[in-house]
């Protein structure tokens, strides 16, 4: 029966936990242009109210999931969620551009944390044939006591020291970043050890953001870490105040990092290369529906930066079952690392033929005999989602697996030291 448009009630009439629930799903535009409508939706929507819960929702709707609102702010407010909802660009795959800090790796990855949001330096591991990759936090972006933003960065790698600098975040785009020392960053020197850290007005990051920081010095401290760690910290700030500045970095995104069900091949991964070294390789698909492979290597270091390794127009898959040409080229192979040795030839799902980029960008390097086989390659998907590649000339295959996935780095070694 058709509900009695006499008998309907209206917005305001809904208990206050199920408005909330409700307005929660608006945007903030939306939570302006509903505040509008009467003095009490006003109120209720109005930073300086009294109650938080509007705010609160609104954050724990996006957020909740993610991270402890609570440890950022103790009072939701739109700061809160103007500052979230910018930083949450950050989170994922970055990498530098231009000259960095000498040893530092070019790779980025951003994670939300309890209380702040960690990036972190992504860098193949020293262990010999082994996928495992360094994950070393450098960068923190928290809030203070009073909801001013604060980035602080630890300038060394490797971490042997437990001194932070204040650095600026600054926005280039949605695509772009720089790091740069904040110099109006100052502590009271004189400050006696007895004294608590201060918070903001001293520069300091606050008590929650600091506990973030130094759970990763911990096991680096003596018994008495954290009166050490203070002293640590003024002596740090003297040498800071006398050196020189710390040079600015840039970031730019690398969007699409992971595979979708459309580009299977898509994304960040990592491979041992015939030098039996880990090294990380970005696939992009290109406009003209082409897919293309470069190694991610520290750009200061010439032709690594952003090397190319195969590319393709063509992106016609081979189905199974395969000919006995394409059974041979595969069967006959080693495989590089320990991920595929024991794969049949049955877990091969598809083949894709590919070139080597040699010929693209250094002729003389692809050989000068006209044999295609020289540029020549495959790339055999398995399926278990992940994929190898090899060329014709040679009778090896380079088996790659993803460097993360869904929101976290994989056969990861954080740690400081290896």
């Keep these: ?18 408005q909330l629930n409700i307005l929660s799903f608006l945007r903030p535009i939306e939570i302006s242009a509903f505040a509008c409508t009467c003095r009490r939706f006003a109120a209720l929507c109005s930073p300086s109210s009294p109650s938080t819960d509007l705010w609160l929702a609104l954050c724990e709707r996006r957020w909740g999931s993610k ?9 939701p407010s739109p700061r809160l969620y103007k500052t979230l909802d910018r930083w949450e660009q950050l989170i994922g795959f970055w990498r530098r551009i231009g000259s960095g800090i000498p040893g530092t790796p070019p790779l980025v990855f951003f994670e939300w944390s309890s209380s702040c949001i960690i990036g972190s330096r992504i860098s193949p591991s020293s262990l010999a044939a082994s996928y495992a990759v360094r994950k070393v936090p450098f960068l923190w972006l928290g809030l203070s006591t009073a909801g001013e933003t604060l980035s602080y960065l630890h300038p060394n790698n490797p971490l042997s020291d437990s001194d932070v600098i204040p650095v600026t975040i600054s926005f280039m785009g949605c695509n772009h970043f720089v790091v740069e020392e904040t110099r109006s960053f100052c502590v009271d020197l004189n400050m006696d050890d007895s004294e608590e850290v201060p918070a903001v007005e001293a520069g300091s990051p606050p008590d929650r953001v600091m506990s973030e920081i130094y759970q990763y010095f911990a096991n680096r401290t003596s018994p008495g870490a954290e009166k050490s760690f203070r002293r640590q910290r003024k002596k740090k700030e003297k040498e800071r105040l006398g050196r020189k500045r710390w040079e600015a970095e840039h970031f730019v995104k690398i969007s699409n990092y992971f595979p979708t069900p459309s580009r299977p091949l898509q994304g960040l991964w990592k491979g041992i290369s015939e030098d039996m070294i880990l090294e990380f390789y970005l696939v992009t698909h290109d406009d003209l529906g082409g897919i293309a492979c470069r190694r991610v290597g520290d750009s200061a270091e010439p032709f690594s930066g952003y090397s190319p390794v195969f590319w393709t127009s063509n992106t016609t898959f081979l189905e199974s079952p395969f000919s006995k040409e394409e059974h041979d080229i595969y069967s006959m192979r080693d495989h590089i690392g320990s991920v595929h040795c024991n794969m049949d030839r049955e877990f091969v799902s598809r083949i894709l033929c590919i070139n080597c980029s040699y010929d693209l960008v250094l002729p003389d390097l692809a050989g000068s005999s006209g044999d295609p086989r020289n540029v020549e390659g495959r790339i055999w998907e398995y399926e278990d989602g992940t994929f190898g590649f090899g060329f014709l000339r040679n009778n090896f295959v380079i088996d790659l697996k993803h460097i993360a996935l869904d929101g976290y780095v994989l056969d990861n070694i954080e740690s400081y030291q290896q």
């Excluded at 029966?1 to 199920?18: G, Y």
């Design 67 to 75: 991270t402890e609102l609570r440890r950022w702010s103790a009072i």
């Design 1 to 18: 029966m058709a509900m009695d448009l006499q008998s309907s009630i209206s917005f305001s009439e809904f208990p206050d936990d199920v």
